[in-house]
T-cell receptor, first 111, second 110 residues
């Protein structure tokens, strides 16, 4: 049981480049989430998917898009990266309205 | 708007020195309050869920309690391996997302 996996672990982008962060879970959870974590600001929700086929904006969705590919996979796309998107990104999954289980994170630097 | 405030931001304890971390919250209707532990360079790890005022949960040296306005994470006789950042989060009854506090960074010195 791998839990929640994320790729890549580290990434450096130049301003304007695009990339997709991948997330997969093997716990048969319905809900999946993308957060960013910045020093002193805690975890902030970018997008979430309550169930397969649905996605909703969170607190800080601007500059991001998501795809719920199937029940297991939820990807986050940066179309045109900006330095303000330098952060640590965490994917999480849960049964609806239950505790969330987090992946190990992706450390993204945009120069 | 749902809000979560954790205090203190940082706490340094000697091994064996008990203390408490605070999580104050405002939410339209509480579905659940969650505590997580986060080690440097890793994702948060789930500790407890509390659903209603008066509820308590325990795990080893940790005990979480809940009132209508705040939650406490009590650490009894901590050890250096308890050093981590502790995160609190709330989930409201009217949505599926979770609002996190900024965390308390705990350091336990031997």
């Amino acid at each position: 049981n791998a839990g929640v996996t994320q790729t890549p672990k580290f990434q450096v982008l130049k301003t304007g480049q695009s990339m997709t962060l991948q997330c997969a879970q093997d716990m048969n959870h319905n809900s999946m989430y993308w957060y960013r974590q910045d020093p002193g600001m805690g975890l902030r929700l970018i997008y979430y998917s309550a169930s397969e086929g649905t996605t909703d904006k969170g607190e800080v969705p601007n500059g991001y898009n998501v795809s719920r590919l199937n029940k297991r996979e939820f990807s986050l796309r940066l179309e045109s990266a900006a330095p303000s998107q330098t952060s640590v990104y965490f994917c999480a999954s849960s049964h609806i309205a239950r505790e969330q289980y987090f992946g190990p994170g992706t450390r993204l630097t945009v120069t | 708007e749902d809000q979560v405030t954790q205090s203190p931001e940082a706490l340094r304890l000697q091994e064996g020195e008990s203390s408490s971390l605070n999580c104050s919250y405002t939410v339209s209707g509480l579905r659940g309050l969650f505590w997580y532990r986060q080690d440097p360079g890793k994702g948060p790890e789930f500790l407890f869920t509390l659903y209603s005022a008066g509820e308590e949960k325990e795990k080893e040296r940790l005990k979480a309690t809940l009132t209508k306005k705040e939650s406490f994470l009590h650490i009894t006789a901590p050890k250096p391996e308890d050093s981590a950042t502790y995160l609190c989060a709330v989930q409201a009854t009217n949505n599926n997302d979770m609002r996190f506090g900024a965390g308390t960074r705990l350091t336990v010195k031997p």
